[in-house]
């Protein structure tokens, strides 16, 4: 499509800002490990809940998400507000406190804790290999697919521009950088979904349009539907879910930063909030695009369908710095967390125990530059044509690796009698299973695969567990979950009287997101 001279400059505008916030932000700091893996531990309440969700939304949510909406209709929020009832309850009511109070740089710590080296460099493998081949190389597909659409530029192109501009301020500014650059691609994220939202609504006739479909909206769906059957949620939703919001460093990092654990409980309860509505500012357009657009063939296309076709000059470079924010925040978050596990877990653990900050810092971005290229060398895994949207597959592709990670950290930290012996054969059985069951039976929902791998590896964690030797109960201490988990500590307890309580805003996102799942079950 050609752009007005308008759309480009609200585009160029919106991309020089982002690179310039993020190289003004790198300079801000003090370039130690502390500030540049975790921006300090300055973060407040507002910061961590808006980038949790900057991070998270990305490419194959507008693109892919949307594309599942189109095809598939209103279950493709499930997933979605899934993470509400399920990830970010464990975060905010099991995992937080012993993340926080240990003081960790990187969610393997805590293993390396609770069981030991082994252990931790098992979730170190698993949580790159996810980074690399799932979340850096399918969100530069997207967003590259995404631009050659809009654009015409050659989707190799698209995928060096982006991965060249956002890798700029990631490896110069560390999670600083990339926490202010996020801030600004959530606002621009948000306007943009909402002007989308609001002209396709409009050109399908109204809230009557969106109305006339909620006949259909089914969040709960039979057992024999081939992506999204109702059994999901006894494993495959329950693991992915967990894994993804509770126990994964890309979302935890921000966590890990707070100011204190009460910012961090509210960041996360303010998280939810927004995870409740960006999704429905993805999913309406697609609900009420069949009416406009009802034979696509790809649905993955519908994203930059809708920008072309409905949005005047102005709003259509607004939607596209939209899309591009969702891109470079989620990206920045990956290549960050690569860092951050490279460096801790990897160079000061094996290599350079007695390296100085800056001997880390410069490991760190030399790291960063590496997960890039890779990242780039990945994508080619994707430039395939798929008869489903590429979201799907994305969500096939976590549940080869995290239902070894769930169980690691579910039994780890609710049960002292798990072993460093059991934690490892989850970890290290969990591609093996999957891969395995996937040959056996590569007709069954990935959902339904994803959860039987997960109670397998649960039940041989338990199994070995049994009968090898735990450890000694003197040092589980601090590591165990127990009811004194939910409180706060003493000295920040008079931070959440009255409205500033996190189980009050808590308590009302959820009744919002049970009320959705009981009307439309």
């Not at 490896?171 to 926490?179: D, S």
Request: charged content about 10%; aromatic content about 12%.
């Amino acid at each position: 499509m050609n752009l007005s001279t308008l759309d480009l400059i609200i585009f160029g505008v919106y991309i020089l800002g982002v690179i310039s916030l993020g190289i003004y932000a790198s300079r801000k700091g003090k370039q130690t490990k502390r500030d540049y893996f975790l921006a300090g531990d300055k973060l407040p309440w507002w910061m961590i809940g808006g980038s949790i969700i900057a991070s998270n939304i990305s490419s194959h949510h507008l693109v892919g998400a949307m594309g599942v909406a189109y095809s598939r209709g209103f279950v493709a929020i499930a997933m979605e507000w899934g993470a509400i009832l399920i990830g970010f309850n464990a975060l905010l009511w099991i995992f937080l406190p012993f993340y926080i109070r240990n003081g960790f740089y990187t969610i393997p710590e805590f293993l390396q804790k609770r069981f030991g080296a082994a252990a931790r460099t098992t979730y170190a493998t698993l949580i790159l290999l996810t980074y690399v081949f799932v979340e850096i190389a399918a969100v530069l597909y997207l967003g590259a697919l995404s631009l050659h659409s809009l654009l015409g530029i050659p989707v190799i192109a698209s995928i060096l521009v982006l991965a060249v501009f956002t890798g700029i301020y990631t490896i110069a500014g560390g999670l600083r950088a990339v926490i202010w650059t996020e801030m600004l691609q959530l606002i621009v994220l948000v306007l943009g979904g909402v002007a989308l939202t609001v002209a396709t609504v409009n050109a399908a006739g109204g809230m009557d349009a969106v109305m006339e479909t909620s006949k259909d909206w089914d969040l709960i769906l039979p057992a024999n539907d081939p992506d999204f059957p109702w059994t999901m949620y006894l494993g495959g939703t329950l693991c992915i879910s967990i894994f993804y919001c509770a126990t994964n460093q890309f979302i935890v990092q921000r966590v890990l930063a707070a100011k204190n654990e009460w910012h961090a409980r509210m960041g996360v309860v303010f998280g939810d909030y927004l995870k409740f509505l960006i999704p429905i500012i993805i999913t309406v357009p697609a609900l009420v695009a069949p009416k406009l657009f009802p034979n696509l063939e790809k649905p993955d296309l519908l994203f930059p369908t809708l920008v072309e076709n409905l949005l005047p000059a102005g709003l259509v470079g607004l939607v596209m710095a939209g899309l591009i924010s969702a891109v470079m925040s989620h990206l920045s978050g990956a290549i960050n967390s690569c860092t951050t596990i490279l460096t801790v877990d990897v160079y000061l653990t094996y290599f350079r125990k007695d390296a100085s900050d800056a001997q880390a810092v410069r490991f760190g971005r030399i790291a960063g530059a590496t997960i890039i290229v890779l990242g780039i060398l990945c994508t080619g895994l994707f430039m395939t044509q798929s008869d489903k949207p590429v979201f799907l597959y994305l969500m096939n592709a976590y549940g080869l690796f995290t239902p070894g990670i769930a169980v690691m950290f579910l039994l780890g930290i609710l049960w002292k009698r798990t072993t460093h012996a059991g934690a490892l054969t989850a970890g290290i059985l969990t591609i093996p299973l999957s891969i395995a069951l996937e040959m056996i039976f590569p007709t069954m929902p990935f959902f339904n695969r994803t959860g039987i791998v997960f109670w397998t590896c649960m039940l041989l964690c338990v199994l070995v567990s049994l009968v090898t030797k735990p450890k000694p109960e003197a040092e589980l201490v601090g590591l165990i979950w127990n009811k004194e988990s939910l409180s706060l500590l003493p000295a920040e307890r008079d931070q959440q009287r009255g409205l500033r309580n996190p189980f009050i805003w808590w308590a009302i996102v959820t009744a919002m997101v049970l009320y959705f799942y009981i009307r439309y079950a």
